[in-house]
């Protein structure tokens, strides 16, 4: 038996070791009202995990989600922050610097799906998300194919963000301006086919999927973060159909946390060559092996902080199909 949380099943091998990992989350997974969860961010300081989990959540909702904000996603972006400030905030800025950068686009992950779909042949089935985050890139699958589109992730405070959607209709995400300064973003929204999504809680090596089940599956900047990357590619091939396509996504950024150095792959070249170690092996085992379609290439991938910081990306996409 899988216990089933606010919607999402929870599919993982280990259930007992993610439980206890992941239970207090589970049992924070309701919003504070915005003045008390100032408060609390404030007491509990900038590296507790209610205040690292906002801020990842802040970083993945811009970047999925930035472009339904009333500016198209481009607040005031590296200015200086909002005056009303709340305990926990940094100062506030002064003033815009005359050569201020300019701010991020989001919707990096959305442009980095269309780039791998261009390159897919057109699907009528159900497509997998792994690592699908906060869920745009589910939707934008459900509005591009008329199957069901499910997306999987092992991080509950993300993939709630998607959760709410399908439950609510409605986004809810904290937006980080400076330091611990947040502002709560909600919008009422409704993505076309959306009553063909569905998100879980599911291990990307471990898929809970009878094999030949998917026509697309899609890995986007994930690979990097699992701790056996063949695997991963493994477990894709398993779970399509013959013919089926795939895409792969992934600017290198390895941690030793998550992935044992010896297993990190060490570029464009170095992942091309592990798909097709993976494939010979497959084919000695006799089953399907995903072989490399058209040609891989870099796509630009911004992740944003806050008002005043952003990280860049080189992200190499890579997308196959299965003999």
Same mark, same amino acid.
Not at 123 to 130: A, E, K, N, Q, W
Not at 264 to 281: H, K, S
């Given at each position: 038996?899988?216990?089933?949380?606010?919607?999402?099943?929870?599919?993982?091998?280990?259930?007992?070791?993610?439980? /206890? @990992?992941?239970?207090? &989350?589970?049992?924070?997974?309701?919003?504070?009202? +915005?003045?008390?969860? *100032? $408060?609390?961010?404030? =007491?509990?300081?900038?590296?507790?995990?209610?205040?690292?989990?906002?801020?990842?959540?802040?970083?993945y909702a811009y970047d999925h989600y930035g472009d339904l904000e009333?500016?198209?996603?481009?607040?005031?972006?590296?200015?200086?922050?909002?005056?009303?400030?709340?305990?926990?905030?940094?100062?506030?800025?002064?003033?815009?610097?005359?050569?201020?950068?300019?701010?991020?686009q989001p919707g990096a992950v959305r442009r980095t799906l269309a /780039? @791998?779909?261009?390159? &897919?042949?057109?699907?009528?089935?159900?497509?997998? +998300?792994?690592?699908? *985050? $906060?869920?745009?890139? =589910?939707?934008?699958?459900?509005?591009?194919?008329?199957?069901?589109?499910?997306?999987?992730?092992?991080?509950?405070?993300?993939?709630?963000?998607?959760?709410?959607?399908?439950?609510?209709?409605?986004?809810?995400?904290?937006?980080?301006?400076?330091?611990?300064?947040?502002?709560?973003?909600?919008?009422?929204?409704?993505?076309?086919?959306?009553?063909?999504?569905?998100?879980?809680?599911?291990?990307?090596?471990?898929?809970?999927?009878?094999?030949?089940?998917?026509?697309?599956?899609m890995a986007l900047n994930v690979i990097d973060c699992v701790s *056996?990357?063949?695997?991963?590619?493994?477990?894709?091939?398993?779970?399509?159909?013959?013919?089926?396509?795939?895409?792969?996504?992934?600017?290198?950024?390895?941690?030793?946390?998550?992935?044992?150095?010896?297993?990190?792959?060490?570029?464009?070249?170095?992942?091309?060559?592990?798909?097709?170690?993976?494939?010979?092996?497959?084919?000695?085992?006799?089953?399907?092996?995903?072989?490399?379609?058209?040609?891989?290439?870099?796509?630009?991938?911004?992740?944003?902080?806050?008002?005043?910081?952003?990280?860049?990306?080189?992200?190499?996409?890579?997308?196959?199909?299965?003999?």
């Open positions: 038996a899988y216990p089933i949380i606010d919607g999402a099943p929870i599919l993982v091998p280990d259930l007992a070791g993610w439980l /206890a @990992a992941n239970g207090h &989350l589970l049992l924070q997974r309701h919003e504070l009202p +915005d003045p008390v969860e *100032a $408060v609390v961010a404030a =007491a509990l300081g900038p590296d507790a995990a209610f205040n690292v989990i906002r801020t990842q959540q802040a970083s009333e500016d198209g996603g481009t607040p005031a972006a590296f200015g200086p922050p909002p005056g009303n400030f709340t305990p926990g905030n940094s100062a506030p800025g002064s003033s815009v610097p005359e050569n201020s950068p300019t701010p991020p /780039a @791998a779909l261009a390159q &897919l042949p057109a699907t009528t089935g159900p497509v997998l +998300d792994i690592g699908c *985050a $906060v869920g745009r890139t =589910a939707f934008d699958l459900a509005a591009a194919s008329p199957g069901l589109v499910l997306g999987l992730d092992l991080n509950w405070p993300l993939l709630a963000i998607g959760r709410g959607i399908l439950d609510r209709a409605l986004l809810s995400y904290p937006h980080r301006r400076l330091g611990m300064h947040f502002e709560r973003r909600r919008h009422a929204v409704s993505f076309p086919g959306g009553e063909r999504v569905d998100f879980w809680i599911a291990d990307a090596l471990a898929l809970p999927f009878r094999g030949q089940t998917f026509d697309l599956a *056996a990357p063949p695997r991963l590619i493994a477990e894709m091939a398993r779970v399509l159909k013959p013919g089926g396509g795939a895409a792969i996504a992934t600017p290198f950024d390895w941690s030793s946390q998550v992935t044992p150095p010896a297993a990190w792959v060490g570029g464009p070249a170095a992942l091309e060559t592990l798909l097709a170690e993976v494939a010979a092996q497959a084919r000695q085992a006799g089953v399907g092996a995903l072989v490399q379609t058209g040609p891989a290439r870099d796509l630009d991938w911004h992740v944003r902080l806050h008002d005043r910081a952003a990280m860049h990306y080189a992200v190499h996409l890579l997308t196959a199909s299965l003999d």
